[in-house]
């Protein structure tokens, strides 16, 4: 073949490849002109592979991707495929750089039977080997069941679009986008493709590229609204503390007793967690993964609680071993009640907290005040008669003299009471003060944590 006949063959296949749906996608990810295709020329049966795969940059920052190719045979899953999303694992790991797959597909090529299997085995493997070291996300714009379902789940992070459809259901059944949402699989549900992309653009943004290096610092963008006002809800005391207009919410359908996301305050990149209410199972779970991201990857963890209580022990005790386990730096922020287990799980000496702070009004207890009150104060309440009346002016005397977080203060239990307003500066005064954290523990393969 002639040199002139080659170079036409190489310009038609580019041409036809840059038309195709999965390289179109992977191509919006990246910033203008950065992407570079891997094994652009490698083949499934007699057709091209049914994944597009490369690097490029998102903001600056390398990053590895691949994309399912629905124009080419669904994108489904074959040899071909797996061996070309493993490349990219290989080269994310050798590197240091996250990786971000992009789902669409019909599933997997029946008809290669154990080869198949294999090549979603290989995939897992792959997936859970980069966990912890470098960033994972899953951009799922089309379907995505059945194996592949586990495989975009076990990422660090799942965006979804909203046609878009995540189950382990061969049939797709249950598998709507609002449905991954609701169960805790999709950290972030957006509108379209777009939207979508922007999403991941954002995360990638403010995440450090792996787990030796530093998460990316921002000039301080300050924030205009830093007053918190009485009786505010957890999301508008993150919005105070954080610069403005950076807080990433994930998971924000699931467990909602637990607000988590990521933030940047004072131009650092932090992982915020408020508690409110009761903690239920669902908000435990959602809480105890986010913490363990974080700490994976060495990101500060900073703690609001406003919460009396756990509905389930077994996740509090998941919970409690995420904060114990945890050597990144954290800071607590008691901004409403912390009693008991609460206080001991999220905010105490058995979260290994490295910095408690108590807004002056707040109410720390070792067991719930009326509990507290009724049982050590017993006498009083009999001497004036035991009505409801009674028993609550009880209650409120022991919440303003014993559960106060100056008590707390007096025995070291917390190192500094604030007003709302300083809270903010007063976390960029800490978290610059534990920049430098290290923790050396003993050697062992991991804990037992309740799953």
């Known amino acids: ?171 797709g059944k249950d598998g709507a986008a609002e449905n991954a949402a609701k169960m805790g699989v999709c950290s972030i549900l957006a509108k379209d493709d777009k939207a979508a992309m922007e999403q991941v653009r954002k995360l990638i943004a403010v995440l450090p590229s792996n787990n030796l290096s530093g998460a990316p610092v921002f000039e301080d963008a300050g924030n205009a609204s830093a007053a918190i006002p009485n009786g505010a809800d957890a999301k508008k005391v993150i919005a105070a503390i954080s610069d403005t207009d950076s807080f990433v919410e994930l998971n924000g359908q699931f467990g909602t007793a637990a607000v988590a996301g990521l933030s940047l305050i004072g131009g650092a990149t932090v992982g915020v967690v408020a508690y409110n209410g009761v903690l239920d199972a669902d908000a435990c779970s959602k809480a105890a993964r986010f913490v363990r991201f974080c700490d994976a990857f060495s990101i500060p963890v900073v703690t609001l ?31 409403g009640e912390a009693y008991g287990p609460v206080y001991v799980a999220v905010a105490g ?52 003299t014993e559960a106060t977080p100056f008590a707390a203060a007096a025995e070291g239990y917390i190192e500094d009471i604030i007003r709302p307003e300083e809270t903010r500066a007063r976390l960029i005064a800490n978290l610059e003060m534990l920049d430098g954290k290290r923790v050396s523990r003993l050697p062992k393969k991991h804990s037992n944590i309740q799953i």
Request: net charge negative; with cysteine; charged share 20%.
């Open 1 to 171: 073949m002639s040199t002139g006949n080659s170079a036409e063959l190489l310009q038609t296949s580019r041409e036809a490849a840059a038309k195709t749906k999965g390289f179109q996608r992977i191509t919006a990810l990246f910033d203008e002109g950065t992407f570079n295709e891997v094994d652009s020329f490698a083949k499934s049966g007699d057709g091209s592979a049914e994944v597009v795969a490369g690097y490029g940059e998102i903001n600056g920052s390398p990053v590895y991707a691949f994309v399912q190719n629905s124009d080419v045979d669904g994108g489904a899953m074959s040899r071909a495929q797996a061996a070309k999303i493993k490349k990219i694992y290989d080269l994310a790991v050798k590197t240091g750089s996250p990786v971000v797959g992009i789902y669409d597909s019909i599933g997997g090529r029946l008809n290669q039977g154990a080869d198949m299997l294999a090549a979603y085995g290989e995939i897992l493997l792959g997936n859970n080997n980069l966990s912890g070291v470098v960033p994972q996300i899953s951009l799922v714009l089309g379907p995505c069941i059945g194996t592949s379902a586990m495989i975009a789940a076990s990422a660090d992070f799942v965006v979804m679009a909203e046609k878009a459809e995540l189950t382990i259901e061969t049939s």
């Open 349 to 400: 000496r058995g979260a290994n907290a490295d910095y408690t702070m108590a807004w002056a009004n707040a109410v720390v207890c070792p067991l719930a005040p009326q509990t507290a009150a009724m049982f050590l104060w017993s006498d009083r309440l009999k001497k004036s008669g035991n009505t409801k009346d009674a028993r609550n002016k009880l209650i409120e005397e022991y919440k303003a």
């Open 305 to 335: 609680v406003d919460a009396k209580e756990f509905s389930s022990v077994r996740e509090a005790a998941k919970l409690s071993n995420s904060y114990s386990e945890a050597t990144t730096a954290k800071i607590t922020v008691i901004t």
